[in-house]
């Protein structure tokens, strides 16, 4: 082992979610209309991610053990998987992030 060994990111060869991971998204898949997956790629803080977006904009992140991982997640809740690199984010999830921080803004209001 190399002296920066246990400093280097440990790069998986998992191709599919931990367990944990992928009975919650299949189960936020499961309580939400429209869902479609966006796999984010790997950046040098986090691993591959998919981000679930409903139909009405309401979002999930998780892990899911590499693009292949990814891939398999939507065959098995059968639903669509998009690259987030080259389709970006749908719209529908920064209108839903944009209610809810008004939302949040009313009830500090509210609250003072």
């Known amino acids: 082992m190399g002296l920066f060994d ?5 790069r998986s060869g998992r191709s599919q979610a931990s ?11 499961r309580t939400h209309v429209g869902v479609e997956a966006y796999v984010e ?9 998919v981000v679930l977006v409903a139909a009405d904009g ?6 899911v053990g590499g693009e292949r991982g990814a891939r398999k997640l939507g065959e098995d809740l059968h639903i669509p998987v998009y690259d987030v690199r080259k389709t970006g984010y749908p719209q529908r999830m920064r209108d839903h992030d944009a ?3 008004i939302e949040r803004k009313r009830e500090r209001e509210r609250d003072l």
């Open 6 to 10: 246990r400093f280097s990111r440990r």
């Open 19 to 29: 367990p944990e991971d992928a009975s919650y998204l299949a189960n936020w898949a």
């Open 41 to 49: 790629p790997q950046t040098t803080v986090t691993e591959v991610t």
């Open 58 to 63: 309401e979002w999930t992140r998780r892990r």
């Open 99 to 101: 209610r809810r921080r």
